[in-house]
């Protein structure tokens, strides 16, 4: 759906954004990182014409975006950016409208759009005609989230869309975002710093060093086959947290235990599954044991039987 091939950025002398080429496929969550200055943000513009290659193209549904008009490009496609990014002088209502206006659909259209988008990010209808300042940090991540999603375009770009936030709300927006039926069904591009971010949103990561795409792969993939030793370093400091966000419970599946009990009374767990997630819901809800499926065979799952196969699957990857 958006292919970059070997682009370049050079302001003045300095190269931001140094010959790097990417494949995104439709419905994917890409993830830029990699440290502040990397050039992630050049390339993530470089997507909506907001900065234009020094080198190399981009092609969005097999369409060089260069030849297209870039105004009608950046219609077609959500953004949101660094810091909200919302108008001061326009209410919550009119900040989310912004795209339906310039896309000229009736005003009962709209109002309908917006107070749906408002619900789904859990903004209260008292807002409707409150200005951004009169609103809380996450507030406005919410509204900036909703002003993207407005006009449902297929494709969306986010620079660092819970960067600005507390820990705590960061991880509430986020999970909020992430639960909605468009995070998972739209193209994501993403920007952020954030290494827990990026295992939390990705299908893919793509890590930049310098301005160059060290390695493009999915979480497992970057954390148990890293190409170099700059990959393996990056992810050391928080590296179990990591890997238990990044195998599924389907991965591990030849390494769990075949158990012949009775797992029909057991709650059941679906088998996309992580481990972080496996070992917070038998935390949290006091059982001993879980069940999960797959392809028709059920499988108990315990603390024991989860480290058991995860160290397993580590052995073999
Ligand atoms: N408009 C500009 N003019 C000159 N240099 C720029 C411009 N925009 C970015 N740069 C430089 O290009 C490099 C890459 O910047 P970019 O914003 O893409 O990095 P980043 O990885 O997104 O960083 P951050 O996470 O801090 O936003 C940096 O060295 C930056 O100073």
């Known amino acids: 759906m958006i292919e970059a ?50 080198a190399g193209s981009i092609y969005i549904n097999q369409k060089n975006i260069e030849e297209q008009n870039a105004e009608t490009l950046r219609r077609s496609i959500g953004y949101v950016l660094q810091n909200t990014g919302l108008f001061p002088h326009y209410t919550v209502a009119e900040n989310i409208a912004v795209v339906p206006n310039l896309f000229k659909w009736n005003k009962e259209k709209i109002r309908l759009r917006v107070e749906e988008l408002m619900r789904k990010l859990h903004l209260s209808k008292e807002y409707y005609n409150a200005y951004p300042n009169e609103l809380s940090g996450g507030q406005q991540q919410r509204v900036g989230l909703a002003r993207a999603l407005a006009a449902d375009a297929a494709i969306l770009l986010m620079d660092e869309p819970f960067g600005a936030l507390d820990p705590i709300t960061r991880t509430k927006v986020r999970t909020d975002f992430i639960n909605l039926e468009e995070f998972k069904k739209k193209t994501i591009v993403l920007v952020t710093h954030d290494v827990q971010e990026a295992f939390e949103l ?105 480290m058991h196969a995860f160290n397993q699957y580590k052995k073999y990857n």
Request: with cysteine.
């Open 5 to 54: 091939k070997n682009i370049t950025k050079k302001f003045r002398q300095q190269t931001a954004v140094d010959n790097i080429s990417f494949n995104i496929e439709e419905g994917e969550n890409f993830v830029l990182l990699g440290t502040s200055g990397c050039g992630k943000t050049t390339t993530l513009k470089m997507l909506n014409r907001l900065i234009e290659p020094t």
């Open 202 to 306: 990705a299908d893919r990561i793509c890590l930049m060093d310098k301005g160059k795409i060290i390695q493009t792969g999915t979480p497992a993939e970057l954390l148990f086959k890293p190409v170099d030793s700059f990959v393996k370093t990056f992810f050391d400091e928080q590296r179990l947290q990591l890997e238990y966000k990044s195998v599924t419970l389907q991965m591990l599946w030849q390494f769990l235990k075949d158990d012949h009990s009775n797992t029909s009374s057991l709650k059941e767990i679906s088998s996309q599954t992580n481990i972080w997630q496996a070992l917070e819901y038998l935390n949290t809800n006091n059982d001993d044991s879980v069940s999960t499926k797959n392809n028709n065979t059920v499988k108990e799952i315990n603390y024991a039987s989860l």
